[in-house]
């Protein structure tokens, strides 16, 4: 622990300024320059150099980039699907649970989709929370209450309830899109003003 924190110190940057005008010190005493007090002179020009060092900068965490997260997403959503091959649910609701897990598919299918998600952590996040949070909490639920309803008929049918949740969802994943979308768009945009600018400057 001793030896770590010598090593760390040795390679900080105050040390290693202090060092460089500790050898100012020693090339000025060579010289003759410093006289009979050139161990303070060293001394004052090294703790000069380690003053004027710039503080240590700890380091950033070391926090995935967004690629990463998508595969993890990516395997989670796998994970989600294997699930909810398993769970029999009403038609309607069984449809609208379709088009959300494709709309979900295709946002998180690797390609280009993926490489402008990517550059939007809000999107992102919000995939990763329809995915780990969102449906499996509205399918699960939907399966205990069904259950419970049975012993209590005449209740509100709880499939009323998921497909809603699941109509929610959607609107939810199809307004990312849209926004994805309108990204490309001002990109192409872009490209078309920088052309024409450039044409315009010749």
């Known amino acids: ?9 040795l390679e900080s940057r105050k040390n290693l300024a202090g060092s460089a005008y500790g050898l100012l010190g020693l090339a000025l005493t060579f010289t003759g320059l410093a006289g009979p007090y050139w161990p303070f ?3 004052g020009l090294y703790g000069a150099g380690a003053l004027i060092a710039p503080p240590e900068r700890p380091a950033l965490p070391d926090f995935p980039d967004p690629s990463a997260q998508l595969e993890e997403l990516r395997a989670d959503f796998g994970k989600l699907r294997e699930y909810l091959d398993g769970v029999e649910l009403p038609p309607a609701a069984a449809g609208r649970l379709t088009e959300l897990t494709g709309l979900l598919a295709a946002l ?26 969102d ?6 639920t939907f399966v205990r209450t069904r259950w419970w309803t049975r012993l209590a008929p005449g209740a509100e049918p709880p ?17 990312l899109a849209t926004t994805l979308r309108e990204v490309e768009a001002r990109r192409q945009e872009s490209h078309t003003r920088y052309l024409e600018d450039r044409g315009r400057a010749q």
Do not use: C, K, N, Y
């Not at 449906?135 to 699960?140: L, S, T």
């Not at 998921?162 to 199809?174: A, I, V």
């Open 1 to 9: 622990m001793a030896t770590s924190r010598l090593v760390r110190f």
């Open 41 to 43: 002179v060293v001394a």
């Open 108 to 133: 998180l299918d690797p390609g280009w989709v993926a490489e402008v998600l990517a550059q939007d952590p809000e999107g992102v996040h919000m995939l990763s929370r329809a995915v780990r949070q």
């Open 135 to 140: 449906i499996p909490e509205a399918v699960d």
């Open 159 to 175: 499939e009323r309830h998921l497909e809603r949740q699941l109509t929610l969802l959607h609107e939810e994943s199809d307004r």
